[in-house]
Antibody, heavy 121, light 110 residues
């Protein structure tokens, strides 16, 4: 059974940093690109960042470019999101999601339950 | 990258059909056949309902169908059931390994 479990969320002051983790199991982690998607409370989904199966390609939404860094450790079956210079508008549930196609980009067939990041003084 | 445009809400009685539109541009919806739809119940993670415009993952009822014409994709729910009441989001591959989501549609079963 595929499982994605996010952790690392919490309350953080504006301008500070936070690192999210996503522990994956039940599939061949190093065969799939992975994504981060966020959802502000009561709002819609927003794609945040993605990373290829071998970390060779990383991409970011304009809203987080230069502040967030995505990474993965295939040996640990884990995905990460380092978030720096946090702003109030970064407050959201952050979901990790698995690409459906092996080594490709198409859509997301499994999602974690999300971790809440609250940026407030 | 601007969000894809969806109606804020649609509604229907049990057994009826509803259709949700998702309008983008030639750089996303119109340019790729990687349009997907997600169902999200309150407090839950999104669930993949349709991928590659019109394909259903295993376990998704055939009441759910998808299509695309030009820069607009659509999700149709036929034979609406109470458990279909949820938020629905379209998503499109937008090139250069990036994605864009729709604004979301709340489906209400009357």
């Amino acid at each position: 059974e595929v499982q994605l479990v996010e952790s690392g969320g919490g309350l953080v002051q504006p301008g500070r940093s936070l690192r999210l983790s996503c522990a994956a199991s039940g599939f061949t982690f190093d065969g799939y690109a992975m994504q981060w998607v966020r959802q502000a409370p009561g709002k819609g989904l927003e794609w945040v960042s993605g990373i290829s199966w071998n970390s060779g390609t990383t991409v970011y939404a304009d809203s987080v470019k230069g502040r967030f860094t995505i990474s993965r450790d295939n040996a640990k079956n884990s995905l990460y999101l380092q978030m720096n210079s946090l702003r109030a508008e970064d407050t959201a549930f952050y979901y990790c999601a698995k690409e459906r196609i092996l080594t490709g980009y198409s859509d997301f067939d499994y999602w974690g339950q999300g971790t809440l990041v609250t940026v407030s003084s | 990258q601007s969000a894809l445009t969806q109606p804020r809400s649609v509604s229907g009685s049990p057994g009826q059909s509803v259709t949700i539109s998702c309008t983008g541009t030639s750089s996303d919806v119109g340019g790729y056949n990687y349009v997907s739809w997600y169902q999200q119940h309150p407090g839950k993670a999104p669930k993949l309902m349709i991928y590659e415009v019109s394909k259903r993952p295993s376990g998704v009822p055939d009441r759910f169908s998808g299509s695309k014409s030009g820069n607009t994709a659509s999700l149709t729910i036929s034979g609406l059931q109470a458990e279909d009441e949820a938020d629905y989001y379209c998503c499109s591959y937008a090139g250069s390994y990036s994605y864009v989501f729709g604004t979301g549609t709340k489906v209400t079963v009357l």
